[in-house]
Structures are given as structure tokens and as C-alpha cells.
């Protein structure tokens, strides 16, 4: 007799498939918040110890899975932890955060850089493999990277920066450096996607963190090409677009054919038709969107993940059902293609009890009870 085994839920509903709830997991989902997270840094405070280390990245992955039981288990890492890898050294300072010592900023800067070296990431393959194990099916393992541009402002700027002067600069008195850059960067991260998936990620979210930074015409020209996949041949007239074969979609796409790409952007509400022309299988939204009005502008042919604004998670729990069910019923996400998440990640200080409610609430969900609901309610009116 054979059983027929299910895919992950999460990754039912990032195809758009039907499901018989919202799956839910959340950004940042292993963290500070925690105590036992918290108990952990105390003896090990240095954070790409933490990151880097194969123990340690499946403990802190496994914290809100054991706690939680959430539809994703995402690896606990950074978006620039492969940045060594291509040649591009890092440290992260306590107060400063990531500090990169020779910013890139000319030709000559470009000469260090080489492709990716994926041994240097054996941390993480390892763990990824590890954590598939540990989950065994029941719940969707997530990778995920940063995209060209987003990496670019730390590789460019040298650190975190709130203005994103040099960068912008950049585009018009050294566009050819900053071109070349973000092509080298997509070539990397392509690889690094499909490396995570080879190791066991079931699904990748891309995090292109500091995209909203930029006029919705400039991060079509500065970030967009460098995401998208191109399913026709183009001719423009600038060498950046006759390459875009080389974009990150589209070389994942050939290589690994059957795995969700996530795409994120903080601040996206004036970008979302053009993130789903990038070709990535989910939107996700933040907490500024409403969540009707990202269904209505993305249409019900992709499928969305948010976006219950984090300060909800300190609300009394009942508002924070309310919220959550706002969210999910038929008139906003959909009963098809939605990923129940937050609009960015979880708060320092986030109540665990409140964490712990979202995931019993997401699982209290029935699709079909809501169908039911709103026909009814639709009766009732028409009486």
C-alpha cells in the first residue's frame, strides 16, 4: 500500500496550490527575543561565532521550532556571511554592527573580488542539511541571501548607513564600478541559492532589505535586472541589460526548477508590480501595506506572504486575533497562496506567550470554516 506524501504546507501555498490553512512562520523567528537565545549569546557573545558554527546555527534554528512548531524553519544566518567567500572580509562591532574596513568604491577595488568559494560556506551547507533531518517534512527548511543591490550598500557605503549617499552617488559618476559590481554579486548569490537548496533549503527568501531606499525608477534600473528572470530575449542598448541572463532568478530557475523564491523589501508598497515582474514565486508584503489592495495590485496569480505589523505581538493577545484573522480571511489574502508572516521581523523584546499565540492562532485557521462564515454573512445581506 502506498501513502502519498505531502509537500511542507509552506510550500503547498507558495505554489498556489490548495491548502486547508495558512502555513505561518516569521522573519527573525530565532533571536533575541528568546531567552534561551538570549542565554546562549551570554556564552558565546560574538555573533559570527554564532552564525558560523555548525552546533550553534542548528541549536539557534531549532529554538522557535522547538517552542513554536512553526510551517518554516529558517537557518539562522546573515545576509553578508558569504561576503569572505567572494572576497569581501567583514567584522560586526557591537555598537556600529557590520563594518567593512575597505569600502568599494573604484576600478581598482573591483580587482579584489573573485568568484564565490563555496567551501568557506561549508557551515552552512552542513547545518541545512542537518536541520532537513531534525524537521524531517514536518515543516518547510528556508534559506536566504541578500539581494545584489542590498549587499551592495553595505560593500559600498562600508557599513550600515541611514542616508545611502555614496551609493546613489555612485550610480551616476561611477555607474560602470557599480554595475560591474552588482553583476558579480548576482553570479555569487545565484550560486549560493542554489548551494542552500542542494544542501536541503526547500524554499529561499530573497532580502532585498534597502530596495525601498530607492525611487521605484532607479531600483528598476539598480536592483530589479539583477532579480529578475527573463523569459524573452531583450535589446536594449547598454551592456547591463543585454546580459540579464546572468540574473539571479534565471540562473536559479535552470538549476533548481521546483524551488519557491521569496522576494522582500522593506518599504515595498510603491514597488509591487514591479517585484512580480522579477519572476519570483512570492511578494512578500510589509506592515505598511494594506493586505486587500497587495491582493488586488499583485492579482491572485502569485502568491503573497505577510504582513501583521510586529508591534501587534505587544497588543493584548484578543487584538492580535482579530488581526491575524483580518489578514486571512477571503476579502484580504485569500483562501490560495498566502503565507502568513509578519511585515518584517520580530522586535527585540516581542513577549514569547504573544509569539506562541500567533502560531496557535495560524493553526486554529480553517479555510473552509471562513468560506462558510462569509457565504453566509453574503445571505444574510442579500435578506
Known amino acids: ?39 546562549l549569546a551570554k556564552k558565546h557573545p560574538s555573533f559570527r561565532e554564532r552564525s558560523e558554527t555548525i552546533d550553534l546555527i542548528v541549536e539557534i534554528s531549532l529554538q522557535p521550532w522547538e517552542a513554536f512548531r512553526p510551517d518554516g524553519v529558517i537557518i539562522f544566518s546573515d545576509i553578508l556571511t558569504p561576503l569572505p567567500a567572494f572576497g569581501v572580509p567583514f567584522d560586526i562591532e557591537e555598537v556600529r554592527g557590520p563594518v567593512i574596513q575597505s569600502p568599494l568604491r573604484s576600478e581598482e577595488c573591483l580587482k579584489a573580488l573573485h568568484p564565490i ?46 542616508t545611502y549617499t555614496t551609493i546613489k552617488s555612485m550610480c551616476h559618476t561611477a555607474p560602470h ?54 523569459w524573452y530575449h531583450l535589446s536594449f542598448s547598454n551592456d547591463l541589460l543585454r546580459f540579464l541572463r546572468l540574473q539571479i532568478v534565471s540562473l536559479v530557475r535552470k538549476k533548481c526548477p521546483g524551488t519557491p523564491l521569496v522576494l522582500y523589501i522593506n518599504g515595498n508598497g510603491g514597488l509591487l508590480e514591479r517585484m512580480k515582474g522579477t519572476g519570483v514565486d512570492v511578494i512578500g508584503l510589509d506592515w505598511t501595506v494594506d493586505m486587500a489592495d497587495g491582493r488586488k495590485r499583485l492579482g491572485s496569480g502569485i502568491s503573497i506572504q505577510g504582513n501583521v505589523d510586529p508591534a501587534y505581538l505587544f497588543s493584548p493577545l484578543p487584538a492580535l486575533t482579530d488581526e491575524i484573522q483580518r489578514f486571512v480571511v477571503v476579502k484580504c489574502a485569500g483562501p490560495r497562496g498566502h503565507i502568513l508572516n509578519l511585515g518584517h521581523g520580530v522586535l527585540v523584546g516581542t513577549p514569547e506567550e504573544a509569539v506562541a499565540h500567533f502560531f496557535d492562532v495560524a493553526r486554529s485557521i480553517k479555510f473552509d470554516t471562513i468560506a462558510e462564515d462569509h457565504l453566509r454573512e453574503e445571505r444574510k445581506l442579500v435578506v
Not at 509537500?7 to 490548495?18: I, K
Open 1 to 39: 500500500m502506498y501513502h502519498l506524501v505531502l509537500d511542507p504546507l509552506l510550500l503547498q501555498a507558495a505554489r498556489g496550490d490548495p491548502v486547508s490553512r495558512p502555513p505561518a512562520w516569521m522573519m527573525r523567528q530565532a533571536g533575541r527575543y528568546m531567552a534561551v537565545y538570549r542565554k
Open 177 to 230: 564600478v557599480l554595475r560591474a559590481l552588482l553583476s558579480h554579486l548576482t553570479k555569487a548569490i545565484a550560486e549560493y541559492i542554489v548551494f542552500q537548496v542542494n544542501s536541503g533549503a526547500d524554499c529561499v527568501q530573497i532580502f532585498d532589505s534597502w530596495g525601498g531606499q530607492l525611487p521605484p525608477n532607479m531600483w528598476e534600473q539598480w536592483s530589479k535586472p539583477y532579480i529578475q528572470e527573463l
Open 117 to 162: 568559494d563555496l567551501d568557506k560556506l561549508h557551515f552552512v551547507g552542513e547545518s541545512l542539511k542537518i536541520l532537513r533531518r531534525e524537521v524531517g517534512g514536518q515543516a518547510a527548511i528556508l534559506g536566504f541571501v541578500g539581494a545584489p543591490w542590498t549587499i551592495a550598500t553595505y560593500i559600498v557605503e562600508g557599513g550600515t548607513t541611514r
